[in-house]
């Protein structure tokens, strides 16, 4: 997964909040405007696109999920600030953090088993069933391992220049977290969705947008976190800026929102799109 090598990165830096930004980014650049240009893509000359709605409800009810287990933390961390005037606030946030990391994993290990086992034959259409690859297994695995070194590298150049770009560009690092280096990680995954939805394929589309954002909240997010804690520099689960919150939580209400009627037209994805310039406008001048 290209999103967590290149957060593994910049939180070896020290880059904390740049990498909220960055899971918060990926969130948003996948459903809004991954799914956007897909939808704008695949409509273009046609009046609607269908899909399964079992198979794009039952994404989006884990991506609700999903983002309630990962913003819970803040809303722990504000009720002791705020509320409970609880000591130790910073020590609570760091346990609470490490537990619902574990209790993600094995949601995300669970969801691997249901869409891949248990209940394939819903995440599956067709054309995918009968599909077969051309590459053997050792063909898969070098190339998979050539893929992940020529990211980490790539990680490593991005990483290493993030705080020079901010100062030469003038922006802050919260932005380039949260627009820049999320479509750095996520481009992989918008190219294939809007590849696909060119060719009427929505039901690929929906697995590939809204399947990488429960994938950045039940594997890479908890993974930081428990990597932080082994690197000695913790990182918790707190999305301290309200814009992060809203971001996270907004992008899965939109999201359930368009999978309802098990269709769309160009112009839902010209609103997604809108949407996520929105978000990026708001992180861009804050």
Known sequence: ?????????????????????????????????GLGLAIVAGGFNRERQSFTQARAGLLSSMLVLSVIALILPAVFDYAGRNIRHVHHVNASDELLSLAVSMVLLVLYSGNLVFTLITHR???????????????????CLNVLLACTGAAALQSEFVSGALTEAAKSTGVTPLFLGVVVLALVGTSSNIFAAV???????????MTLCIGSAIQIALAAAP???????VIG?????????????FSIAGTAFIVNAITRDAETTWFEGVLLIGVYVVLALAYFFS
């Open 223 to 229: 993974l930081l976190v428990i990597f932080s804690w």
């Open 1 to 33: 997964m290209a999103e967590l090598i290149l957060a593994l990165f910049v939180l070896a830096r020290g880059h904390v909040e740049v990498v909220h930004a960055q899971i918060t980014g990926s969130i948003a650049a996948t459903c809004l405007l």
């Open 121 to 139: 034959n819903v995440f599956a259409t067709n054309e995918e069933a009968s599909a077969r690859s051309a590459w053997s297994t050792t063909t």
């Open 233 to 245: 520099k913790p990182m918790t689960l707190v999305f301290r800026n309200p814009v992060d919150l």
């Open 195 to 205: 590849w696909f939805a060119r060719r009427d394929r929505m039901g690929l589309v």
